[in-house]
């Protein structure tokens, strides 16, 4: 365990040196591309060149393009707080800004909220719990406990962690956005920025109503891509496509003979030593006995009879089984070099995604005890994405600052030591957490606009913590309270009193050091 962490901390202690100097002083839209031992330090102007670039080598290097009429815009609505994206960091948000007395708008793309939940189909919130974890306590607990109360949750297969039902998950998410006064918008996209000498002032729409602008005392982006941020021309990290996390194509299937399948997965029973097969995980050592549950092995015959293809990646874990059968959150299939800010790499990988799906399932039938007989249920609303855009905030995290239980003065909660992304894998079984800074949510140039989730600011190591869907209801619930006590007070989020934030996240049951 002490080797790995010294490896690790070795390794970003230098990066971090290096990404502080860089990041240092810089108060807007950067003018050119910085590099980075992970990616690139960039911003929308330099994107958007990029993207030119692209586009004129499919149109045969002609460059196109259009100038849109300067036209009046519609207000569709106006309120305290606007969050942009309904996922585990904007629910958490929201409800947490409302619940310290702001008004507020949940606004969100798809036709349901609950983000990566109910759009992709992962179930878990946290699924690290194993013996010894000292976990966040917050919103994220409290939907967990609320769906399970609802009826919608059942226990993770070798742990105390929660499996949330992907679709139930929507009606608790209704639930509680109407049991605290948020105002919903569903089906709407945020394609611009409306900005006044640096500071946000809303944002503007597109949806079935047309184009409509939505003016905002404060804004946090939690899109999971700092979408957001992005309009806004604050500075982000990107890393390269090569070294950017897979994407997945999560699907369920129905018909799982399930006394026979967990009589053979009891007597084949998988650990995270096993990881390092399609996953390639290396882990401090004292995850390897761990049970876990994870499929690789068990698939070779499929290879070998050719079912699984030559150079499509099949292999990875289930999750819950229903009674009645039906095998959910199947996390089998994963595709690399995807953009996932880039319609190209999207429509590409979903149709791939689903291709490959159909190929894991035939596996799965050949070779699995209790799969023979299963059928496809239904896929994901939408491909799972992992890595993307990270804003450059106010503070960075390292990964020392996520293997050594770093403590900061601006805590807005806690997050156990479990690391999961980049060939690493940490579990919170020694009772390690650490403090989660207000400053890694407040980005660069442009002030009462705050993200949360995984497009924190952070090197690779610390997004391999603080992507994790419970710890995006911490960095959520810390940005609604401060964009509420901001409001409160009358100050900025750039200059809001971190203690008043503090007393009032602790006053909804958060656990903040």
Same mark, same amino acid.
Not at 9 to 14: F, H, K, L, P, R
Not at 150 to 163: R, V
Not at 286 to 301: A, M, V, W
């Given at each position: 365990?002490?080797?790995?962490?010294?490896?690790?901390?070795? !390794?970003?202690?230098?990066?971090?040196?290096?990404?502080?100097?860089?990041?240092?002083?810089?108060?807007?839209?950067?003018?050119?591309?910085?590099?980075?031992?992970?990616?690139?330090?960039?911003?929308? &102007?330099?994107?958007?060149?990029?993207?030119?670039?692209?586009?004129?080598?499919?149109?045969?290097?002609?460059?196109?393009?259009?100038?849109?009429?300067?036209?009046?815009?519609?207000?569709?609505?106006?309120?305290?707080?606007?969050?942009?994206?309904?996922?585990?960091? =904007?629910?958490?948000?929201?409800?947490?800004? #409302?619940?310290?007395?702001?008004?507020?708008? $949940? @606004?969100?793309?798809?036709?349901?909220?609950?983000?990566?939940?109910?759009?992709?189909? @992962?179930?878990?919130?946290?699924?690290?719990?194993?013996?010894?974890?000292?976990?966040?306590?917050?919103?994220?607990?409290?939907?967990?406990?609320?769906?399970?109360?609802?009826?919608?949750?059942?226990?993770?297969?070798?742990?105390?962690?929660?499996?949330?039902?992907?679709?139930?998950? *929507?009606?608790?998410?209704?639930?509680?956005?109407?049991?605290?006064?948020?105002?919903?918008?569903?089906?709407?996209?945020?394609?611009?920025?409306?900005?006044?000498?640096?500071?946000?002032?809303?944002?503007?729409?597109?949806? *079935?109503? =047309?184009?409509?602008?939505?003016?905002?005392?404060?804004?946090?982006?939690?899109?999971?891509?700092?979408?957001?941020?992005?309009?806004?021309?604050?500075?982000?990290?990107?890393?390269?496509?090569?070294?950017?996390?897979?994407?997945?194509?999560?699907?369920?299937?129905?018909?799982?003979?399930?006394? *026979?399948?967990?009589?053979?997965?009891?007597?084949?029973?998988?650990?995270? %030593?096993?990881?390092?097969?399609?996953?390639? !995980?290396?882990?401090?050592?004292?995850?390897?006995?761990?049970?876990?549950?994870?499929?690789?092995?068990?698939?070779?015959? &499929?290879?070998? #009879?050719?079912?699984?293809?030559?150079?499509?990646?099949?292999?990875?874990?289930?999750?819950?089984?229903?009674?009645?059968?039906? #095998?959910?959150?199947?996390?089998?299939?994963?595709?690399?070099?995807?953009?996932?800010?880039?319609? $190209?790499?999207?429509?590409?990988?979903?149709?791939?995604?689903?291709?490959?799906? @159909?190929?894991?399932?035939?596996?799965?039938?050949?070779?699995?005890?209790?799969?023979?007989?299963? *059928?496809?249920?239904?896929?994901?609303?939408?491909?799972?994405?992992?890595?993307?855009?990270?804003?450059?905030?106010? /503070?960075?995290?390292?990964?020392?600052?996520?293997?050594?239980?770093?403590?900061?003065?601006?805590?807005?909660?806690?997050?156990?030591?479990?690391?999961?992304?980049?060939?690493?894998?940490?579990?919170?079984?020694?009772?390690? /957490?650490?403090?989660?800074?207000? =400053?890694?949510?407040?980005?660069?140039?442009?002030?009462?606009?705050?993200?949360?989730?995984?497009?924190?600011?952070?090197?690779?190591?610390?997004?391999?913590?603080?992507?994790?869907?419970?710890?995006?209801?911490?960095?959520?619930?810390?940005?609604?309270?401060?964009?509420?006590?901001?409001?409160?007070?009358?100050?900025?989020?750039?200059?809001?009193?971190? %203690?008043?934030?503090?007393?009032?996240?602790?006053?909804?049951?958060?656990?903040?050091?």
């Amino acid at each position: 365990e002490a080797n790995i962490r010294d490896q690790v901390n070795a !390794q970003y202690e230098a990066q971090a040196v290096r990404m502080v100097g860089r990041w240092a002083g810089i108060k807007g839209p950067l003018k050119s591309r910085t590099q980075h031992p992970d990616g690139e330090i960039t911003s929308r &102007a330099l994107e958007v060149d990029v993207s030119t670039q692209r586009a004129a080598k499919r149109l045969n290097n002609v460059v196109r393009h259009i100038e849109e009429p300067r036209k009046k815009i519609p207000v569709l609505d106006s309120c305290d707080v606007l969050v942009v994206g309904g996922g585990p960091s =904007g629910l958490s948000a929201a409800l947490g800004a #409302a619940r310290a007395g702001a008004d507020v708008l $949940l @606004m969100e793309k798809f036709g349901c909220f609950g983000g990566v939940i109910t759009t992709v189909g @992962m179930e878990t919130l946290g699924w690290y719990r194993y013996e010894g974890t000292v976990d966040s306590e917050g919103v994220g607990v409290e939907m967990e406990r609320i769906a399970a109360k609802m009826g919608g949750a059942i226990k993770w297969p070798y742990n105390d962690s929660e499996c949330l039902d992907a679709d139930f998950f *929507k009606v608790v998410a209704d639930h509680l956005v109407r049991e605290s006064g948020i105002r919903p918008l569903l089906h709407c996209t945020a394609v611009e920025v409306l900005t006044e000498d640096g500071v946000i002032k809303g944002v503007i729409t597109e949806s *079935k109503s =047309g184009r409509q602008a939505i003016l905002a005392k404060r804004v946090i982006d939690c899109t999971g891509d700092a979408d957001v941020a992005h309009l806004a021309g604050v500075p982000y990290l990107k890393n390269k496509m090569e070294g950017m996390l897979g994407v997945t194509s999560v699907f369920n299937v129905a018909g799982v003979d399930k006394p *026979k399948f967990l009589k053979y997965i009891d007597q084949n029973p998988a650990t995270y %030593k096993d990881w390092v097969d399609t996953w390639e !995980q290396k882990t401090t050592g004292k995850e390897d006995g761990l049970k876990s549950p994870y499929l690789d092995t068990q698939l070779q015959g &499929a290879r070998d #009879a050719g079912i699984i293809p030559k150079g499509v990646s099949v292999g990875g874990s289930w999750s819950a089984l229903s009674d009645a059968g039906e #095998a959910t959150n199947l996390n089998l299939v994963h595709m690399k070099n995807i953009d996932c800010t880039d319609v $190209l790499d999207l429509t590409k990988a979903e149709m791939e995604g689903r291709t490959n799906s @159909m190929h894991a399932l035939n596996a799965l039938k050949h070779s699995l005890p209790g799969f023979e007989n299963t *059928k496809l249920r239904n896929f994901g609303m939408t491909l799972g994405t992992r890595d993307s855009r990270k804003i450059v905030g106010r /503070y960075n995290l390292t990964g020392k600052d996520v293997c050594n239980q770093a403590r900061f003065e601006d805590s807005i909660g806690i997050f156990p030591e479990f690391v999961d992304g980049y060939s690493i894998l940490i579990l919170p079984t020694t009772g390690r /957490y650490f403090h989660v800074p207000y =400053g890694c949510m407040v980005p660069q140039g442009v002030d009462n606009l705050l993200v949360a989730g995984r497009a924190v600011a952070g090197d690779r190591v610390s997004h391999a913590a603080t992507r994790n869907m419970m710890c995006c209801t911490v960095t959520g619930q810390g940005a609604g309270v401060a964009a509420a006590i901001s409001l409160k007070d009358g100050v900025t989020t750039q200059k809001v009193d971190i %203690k008043k934030v503090q007393a009032e996240l602790k006053r909804q049951k958060v656990r903040v050091f």
